[in-house]
C-alpha cells in the first residue's frame, strides 16, 4: 500500500514535471524504480492527471472562460480556436490507440525513459534559433497538426508533451507565451480523455491506495501543477526555456548509470 509520503512525493512529481518541459511519465518510472514503489493498477494515476488539469483550468480560466462565452455567443474566432485545439489532439489520440499495446510495453522498460530524456533535451536546445526570430501570433490549421504530431511523440515516457509542443510550435512560427497557451489548452482533451479511456480500467482494477494517499497526490499534483505552468511562461518570457535541456541531459546520464550499476 502506498504511503501519503510517497503519494506526495510522485503527487509533487507528477505536477511539476507535466508542463515543465522534461517529461512525466518519464520522471515518474524513475521515480518509482527509485523509491521501488509499484501500485497495481491505474487509480492513482488517473487521480493526478485529472490534479493536473485542475491546474490548468486555474491558470487559464479567463481564457477558458473567455473561449467557451465566445462560443456560446457563436463567434467564430473562438469556434475556429476550439477547432485548432481539436485538430492538434487528433494525433495522438489516433496513435495512442493503434499502438496501445507497444506504447504500455514502453513503460515497462526502465532505459526507455533514460534515452528519451536526451532525446528531448535535444529538442529543447533546439528552440534557441526558434525563441529568437519574429513569430506570428496563434496557430493556423496546418500548424495545429503538426504540433499534435508533436504532442504524439510524448506518448513515449521521456519525451515531454510541454516540450515537444512548445518548441514544435516555435519552429513553426508561433509566439512564445501563445505557443505554451496552446499547448496546455489543448492538453485538456487529451488529459480529460485518456482519464476517461482508462475508467473502466480504474473500475475493474484492484485498489491498492488509500483515499487519504489519493488526496495527498492529487492536492500535490495540482499545486505544483500551478507552480509549473507559471515557471514555463516566464521561462520562455525570459528565453530561458531551452535550459531545461541541461537538467535532462544530467538527469539522463546520470539514471542511465544507475541503471547499468545497480
Not at 476517461?196 to 500535490?220: C, F, M, N, R, Y
Request: proline residues 4%.
Amino acid at each position: 500500500m502506498m504511503s501519503i509520503w510517497e503519494a506526495l512525493i510522485l503527487g509533487f512529481v507528477q505536477g511539476a514535471t507535466e508542463f515543465l518541459p522534461v517529461s512525466s511519465s518519464g520522471h515518474l518510472v524513475v521515480a518509482q524504480e527509485l523509491l521501488d514503489v509499484h501500485v497495481e493498477g491505474v487509480l492513482f494515476e488517473v487521480a493526478v492527471h485529472v490534479a493536473t488539469l485542475v491546474s490548468i483550468v486555474l491558470v487559464y480560466r479567463e481564457r477558458i472562460g473567455g473561449l467557451l462565452a465566445g462560443m456560446l455567443r457563436r463567434e467564430r474566432e473562438a469556434w475556429e480556436y476550439a477547432g485548432l485545439i481539436v485538430a492538434a489532439t487528433i494525433p495522438a489520440a489516433v496513435i495512442g490507440l493503434a499502438f496501445e499495446d507497444r506504447l504500455e510495453a514502453l513503460f515497462d522498460d526502465p532505459v526507455v525513459p533514460g534515452v528519451a530524456f536526451l532525446v528531448t533535451g535535444v529538442l529543447l536546445w533546439s528552440s534557441r534559433g526558434a525563441l529568437a526570430r519574429g513569430p506570428e501570433a496563434r496557430p493556423v490549421l496546418r500548424v495545429a497538426i503538426l504540433i499534435g504530431l508533436a504532442q504524439a511523440l510524448a506518448l513515449v515516457p521521456g519525451i515531454s508533451r510541454s516540450g515537444s509542443t512548445v518548441v514544435a510550435a516555435l519552429w513553426l512560427g508561433v509566439a512564445p507565451i501563445e505557443a505554451a497557451a496552446f499547448s496546455f489548452l489543448m492538453a485538456v482533451p487529451a488529459i480529460a480523455g485518456a482519464a476517461a479511456l482508462q475508467i473502466p480500467d480504474v473500475l475493474a482494477g484492484p485498489i491498492e491506495v488509500s483515499t487519504a494517499a489519493l488526496l495527498a497526490g492529487g492536492v500535490a499534483a495540482a499545486v505544483t501543477g500551478v507552480l509549473a505552468i507559471k515557471t514555463f511562461v516566464e521561462m520562455l518570457r525570459r528565453r530561458s526555456f531551452h535550459h531545461f535541456a541541461l537538467y535532462l541531459w544530467v538527469v539522463g546520464v546520470a539514471y542511465l548509470a544507475w541503471l547499468a550499476l545497480r
